[in-house]
């Protein structure tokens, strides 16, 4: 009872409730001060609000359909959306108003009366700026009078979303990795345990009689040669890079670095997939692996715990992390970038990245630590070619 009651009432727009406010106070004053025009006045206004509560009676079966292409964008980039109204009623329906939310704006749309089972598209385009998320939606059809007093609405689509990566600057790759996989990129080191076949070689004490050659023994000791053979392979190897980026807003000299940071972050992360590098990215609460990384690109944000537990987040997420990057700015310690690092096994190549409103970019080293001092998005190309080179 009371929820159907507090539907009711929200049904009432703010421009009803001056209407009843009002014609109430004035038929009131009307009988006390002995006006009738007062009266009449408040009468009028009640009845005007009568009046309204037929537009809310029926009911609206419409089918929505939003779709965005395409769904992720590159910061600048636009977006084509499309929203679909079908009728899925047995009766033709009246004109409805469409608000549609796009991010902080809304979409508003006057829908004719459709017969049952027809369709009607609006079209509209999405234009980006920043990195972010742009929620679209939910789509919510009104049923409302005229005067806006009051108002029927229902929700009748999900939230869909534009993902918006920053722009990237072009790398060059960033070269090879650790022993960690049985799949990538072959090495010239040899291995007795691997899928990479190489060669055949004598048999040593030691070796693993399972990588025994036995046919090709067996030719061996017919020629009277004697002896076994056994497989040699080639070791091969699969890089996986891990970025991780402080999140405390403290740490950044501006909202503007931290945006040069994402687009420093976006950049490594599409270099290390052309690479075809598997790849994490932590920042605070978000986390992604592979092409998800750039999605999560796209949500982080500052204001969280900082770079240590996102570092800590990361080794355990990714164990098989060969090449690090660690993303802070002006604020970030020299300190906790090398425990952050450290936080990792003693075999990855780690670099650091702090972007700095400095006047030039330049390299410094920490025991095993290079700390990239990145004055501008466009040096990065540089530093990374002469720090991996």
């Known amino acids: 009872m009371r929820r159907s ?3 009711l009432l929200g049904m009432v727009r703010p421009l009803g409730w001056v209407a009843l406010g009002g014609g109430v106070l004035l038929l009131l004053a009307g009988v006390a001060l002995g006006w009738a025009e007062l009266a009449v006045l408040g009468v009028a206004a009640l009845v005007v ?6 537009w809310l009676l029926g009911s609206t079966r419409v089918e929505m359909e939003l779709l965005l ?14 929203l679909g109204v079908t009728n899925r009623a047995q009766r033709r329906t009246r004109s409805l108003l469409l608000d549609l939310p796009v991010g902080a704006s809304t979409q508003r749309y006057d829908l004719p009366g459709l017969a049952p089972g027809a ?8 234009r980006t700026q920043r990195r972010g998320v742009i929620p679209v939606g939910p789509a919510i059809t009104r049923r409302a009078d005229p005067l806006g007093l009051v108002s029927r609405d229902v929700r009748t689509s999900a939230v869909r979303e534009v993902l918006v990566r920053p722009q990237v600057v072009a790398l060059a790759s960033l070269g090879g990795g650790l022993l960690r996989d049985l799949e990538g990129v072959s090495t010239e080191s040899v291995s007795q345990a691997d899928l990479a076949f190489h060669a055949l070689r004598e048999y040593v004490p030691g070796d693993d009689l399972r990588h025994v050659h036995w046919r090709s ?11 076994l ?6 070791d091969t190897r699969r890089s996986h890079a891990t970025l991780v980026v402080d999140d405390a807003e403290g740490d950044w000299a501006s909202e503007d670095d931290f945006e040069t940071a994402m687009e420093v972050v976006a950049s490594i992360v599409m270099r290390a997939l052309l690479d075809e590098f598997g790849t994490t990215l932590v920042c605070g609460e978000h986390a992604g692996h592979g092409r998800r990384a750039l999605d999560t690109a ?8 900082g770079l ?12 098989d992390t060969s090449l690090l990057f660690l993303l802070g700015g002006e604020g970030t310690a020299l300190e906790t970038l090398r425990r952050a690092a450290a936080c990792f096994e003693p075999e990855v190549r780690r670099i650091a990245i702090r972007v700095e409103p400095v006047e030039k970019s330049s390299v410094s080293a920490i025991d095993d630590l290079t700390v990239l001092h990145l004055a501008a998005r466009d040096d990065l190309a540089g530093l990374l070619r002469w720090s991996l080179g």
């Open 5 to 7: 009651a507090s539907g």
């Open 217 to 227: 023994s067996a030719k061996l000791a017919g020629s009277g040669s004697g002896g």
């Open 49 to 54: 609000l009568l009046l309204a509560l037929p």
């Open 298 to 305: 796209c949500r982080a944000g500052w204001g969280g715990p």
């Open 229 to 234: 053979l056994v497989r040699q392979y080639l």
């Open 119 to 126: 369709h009607h598209e609006e079209t509209f385009t999405i």
């Open 69 to 82: 292409e395409p769904e992720r964008v590159t910061a600048g980039g636009t977006v084509t959306a499309s």
């Open 308 to 319: 240590l537990p996102a570092a800590r987040a990361a080794a355990s997420a990714a164990p």
